[in-house]
């Protein structure tokens, strides 16, 4: 299993540039996640998913789009990139289970992570 | 002030030594992570817990529900240890979201 993969790994742009981020787990979890990282903050939220067919805003939604392609892929896309947005962002996955059973807070798995560079 | 607390933000140690990591929030939870974020940035989780403690090999972690605090504990610390640690938070009123705390960037010595 490769887990969690994110493509590219890093990447620059020009502001008003526009860039997709790709996510992708094999690990067959329902819920994807973005986030982005900044120095002297915690991990923050933009979109996440929490099962096939729906996407959520999250902490920090403003100037990004998502799409969940299928159950594996869940992309992040910037439409105008803007220097507020040079950060590095991971994808990470998890499982949720039905109300039928089971812990609902299960591990969380994460991509390796984009650093990208707004100019 | 954040949901999340770490303390220390950073912590220098000497190959050997037990170190303390402390987590402090805010709000009713569900579950706590503790995650390790290695110098090339990849981030794993190292527990989720909900009551009492966990153990893995060298790392301990325990949670106190009633005053909303849990620690990690990393005993005969290694300079491969060297790494930012987080904790996270499954508040009760934010399904099935995360929410972080800033990280304590620990370093170990040799």
């Known amino acids: 299993n490769a887990g969690v993969t994110q493509t590219p790994k890093f990447q620059v742009l020009k502001t008003g540039q526009s860039m997709t981020l790709q996510c992708a787990q094999d690990m067959n979890h329902n819920s994807m996640y973005w986030y982005r990282q900044d120095p002297g903050m915690g991990l923050r939220l933009i979109y996440y998913s929490a099962s096939e067919g729906t996407t959520d805003k999250g902490e920090v939604p403003n100037g990004y789009n998502v799409s969940r392609l299928n159950k594996r892929e869940f992309s992040l896309r910037l439409e105008s990139a803007a220097p507020s947005q040079t950060s590095v962002y991971f994808c990470a996955s998890r499982f949720i289970p039905g109300l039928a059973g089971g812990s609902s807070y299960n591990e969380q798995f994460f991509g390796p992570g984009t650093r990208l560079t707004v100019l | 002030k954040n949901e999340v607390e770490q303390s220390p933000q950073n912590l220098t140690a000497q190959e050997g030594e037990f170190i303390t990591i402390n987590c402090s929030y805010s709000?009713?939870?569900?579950?706590l992570h503790w995650l390790q974020q290695h110098p090339g940035g990849g981030i794993v989780s190292l527990f989720m817990l909900s009551s009492g403690k966990k153990k893995h090999g060298r790392l301990i972690a325990t949670i106190n529900i009633q005053e909303k605090h849990s620690s990690l504990h990393i005993t005969a610390s290694h300079p491969r240890d060297s790494a930012v640690y987080i904790c996270?938070?499954?508040?009760?009123?934010?399904?099935?979201?995360?929410?972080f705390g800033e990280g304590t960037q620990l370093t170990v010595n040799p």
């Open positions: 996270a938070v499954h508040a009760q009123t934010s399904g099935s979201r995360l929410t």
């Open positions: 709000v009713g939870i569900s579950a």
